[in-house]
């Protein structure tokens, strides 16, 4: 079944991260993403993660299901291809360091005079405006400068540390792909596209609602807590008698219910854990006492137990462990690409109206050229052109 946005064709110019997530989510969700790549190829083609040196996992994973042409637009010819191509989309998507698109011609106000209704996707690292706006941005410096390594950690007078996934690319593509379909609804009514902006900082400052939250009502800044939530305990990961579990007791009913599954109810009792800001306040020595009695158990029958009293409680598993989870099937995260071409992950959003299709193979590069330019009007003398120009291979 098709996807809520089929019949929406976007120009996917999103390399390495942000904008390629913004790209797949569009076409997760049914619409026809063209993939424009420069004559070397997106950078993310150069990062392998298989031991044999064969593969381009990383590409692969934020760009199957996507078409893929080649356009030098540092030519003339490529920059004309491109405006022909977009004047026939809905949306373009592009995550270059500002005033690049606009330096060749194709930025938003130069675009949206060949097509008032484009929808424009600029995803930056710092934002339209401000002292840091003419910068590029990698995820790294934004999860330093947004707080983020601030918050991360086992503690203070440790290391600064990064959050493992990066973090503000993957939310901003969210967040772009979010603005999209939020300025492709408003177009449905009136016919005019818009520009839509976003980008890693302000994508990390989305993260700290909660430790935001303390600053600003504090003027306080909140430090590294480990797996600990600054604002609720006991709420964090503990070791057991053969690994690790997370625990959720994080308002006065899961709490009791965890003292007495671990067979402490004295502890509801104790002057230091009666409320939750009792609890927040002798946060280490209610950690280290619960600590004594989970080290008693291994985790499954720690999580046997826990589940029987209504503690919220979690394994801590690995990549490895969460991909080889019934739990990933069951809820479409864990896809076969088509051909044969191994396993994906899926979209984390489902549409009753809409199974999900098992994806296409992410393209090889410049697969798609040729089958492109003529759907968009391009005769084969003009492709020649452009061929001898340089601006495609």
């Known amino acids: 079944m098709a996807g809520p946005l089929q ?7 999103g390399h390495v991260m942000a904008g390629p997530v913004c790209g797949r989510l569009l076409g997760d969700m049914g619409a026809e993403i063209i993939k424009v790549e ?51 989309s809905d949306v373009l998507v592009e995550n270059f360091r500002p005033g ?20 424009y996707c600029r995803i930056t690292g710092f934002g339209a405006e401000g002292p840091l706006a003419p910068l590029g941005g990698f995820d790294l410096i934004a ?46 009514a009136s016919g005019a596209g818009q520009r839509v902006d976003t980008s890693l900082f302000q994508a990390g400052v989305f993260q700290t609602l909660w430790h935001g939250a303390i600053a600003l009502a504090t003027g306080e800044a909140p430090g590294p807590l480990g797996s600990a939530h600054p604002l609720a305990a006991p709420y964090q990961a503990f070791r057991t008698a053969d690994g690790w579990i997370t625990i959720g007791g994080s308002n006065q009913a899961t709490w009791e219910r965890l003292a007495g599954a671990l067979g402490r109810e ?47 409680a979690g394994p801590v598993l690995s990549v490895v462990e969460m991909l080889e989870h019934p739990q990933s099937a069951a809820t479409g995260m864990v896809l076969d690409v088509e051909e044969g071409a191994g396993k994906t992950l899926g979209l984390p959003i489902g549409f009753s109206a809409a199974a999900p299709p098992n994806p296409a193979p992410a393209p090889d590069l410049g697969q798609d050229t040729g089958a492109v330019l003529r759907e968009h009007g391009f005769s084969e003398d003009e492709i020649g052109t452009l061929r001898g120009e340089g601006a495609i291979p």
Not at 172 to 181: D, E, F, K, S
Request: hydrophobic share 40%; aromatic share 2%.
């Open 7 to 13: 019949g929406v064709r976007v120009v996917d110019l």
């Open 38 to 88: 420069p004559p070397g190829g997106d950078p993310s083609r150069t990062f392998v993660a298989s031991d044999d040196g064969s593969g381009a996992e990383a590409f692969a994973m934020l760009n199957r299901g996507k078409r893929g042409i080649v356009l030098d637009l540092k030519t003339d010819g490529g920059r004309r291809a491109l405006r022909r191509i977009v004047d026939r």
């Open 100 to 119: 690049v698109m606009d330096g060749m011609g194709l930025g938003y106000d130069q675009l949206r005079a060949g097509n008032p209704g484009l929808v």
């Open 143 to 188: 999860q330093g400068i947004t707080g983020l390594m601030s918050v991360t950690g086992e503690g203070p007078g440790r290391a600064p540390v990064k959050c493992g996934p990066p973090l503000t690319d993957i939310t901003a593509g969210i967040l772009g792909a979010l603005g999209v379909v939020a300025a492709l609804h408003a177009r449905s």
């Open 266 to 312: 004295a502890l509801i009792r104790d002057p230091r854990f009666l409320t939750n800001r009792d609890r927040l306040e002798h946060r280490v020595a209610l950690g280290e006492l619960l600590q004594e009695s989970l080290m008693t158990r291994g985790t499954e029958a720690w999580l046997l137990a826990l589940s029987a009293a209504g503690v919220p």
